[in-house]
């Protein structure tokens, strides 16, 4: 419970029906801690940590380096997190979710904050 709103891991079926825009107010470069991705991963549904750490082993992960201004589409089911940054450039975004629609078929409503 957050700010009187419950809150709880989505199930896959609600997961896959988002996207996430991160629209870039700095460039992301090598050294700054851009987003990293395992490619594919979105199709696979909510993993385990025991799943991600095998697809770490089996899946070359991709920086996606963006120039500021520019703008990352990506599925919440991918596996993803920001590398650590070597810079004192910042990377900033502005992280923007959509859902195909506000309630879903098993019950479950988006909260909108």
């Not at 696979?44 to 703008?71: A, F, H, M, R, W």
């Amino acid at each position: 419970m957050k700010d009187g709103i419950i809150y709880a891991h989505a199930p896959a079926t609600a997961l896959s029906q988002v996207l996430a825009l991160r629209v870039h107010l700095d460039d992301s470069e090598e050294d700054n801690g851009p987003l990293r991705v395992l490619p594919g991963t979105h199709v696979k549904g909510i993993l385990s940590d025991d799943d991600i750490e095998q697809l770490v082993q089996l899946i070359s992960p991709t920086d996606c380096l963006v120039t500021q201004g520019g703008v990352i589409a990506m599925r919440p089911l991918i596996v993803h997190a920001s590398s650590k940054s070597h810079s004192d450039c910042p990377r900033r975004v502005i992280h923007i979710e959509y859902a195909a629609c506000r309630r879903f078929d098993d019950g479950l409503e988006l909260a909108m904050t």
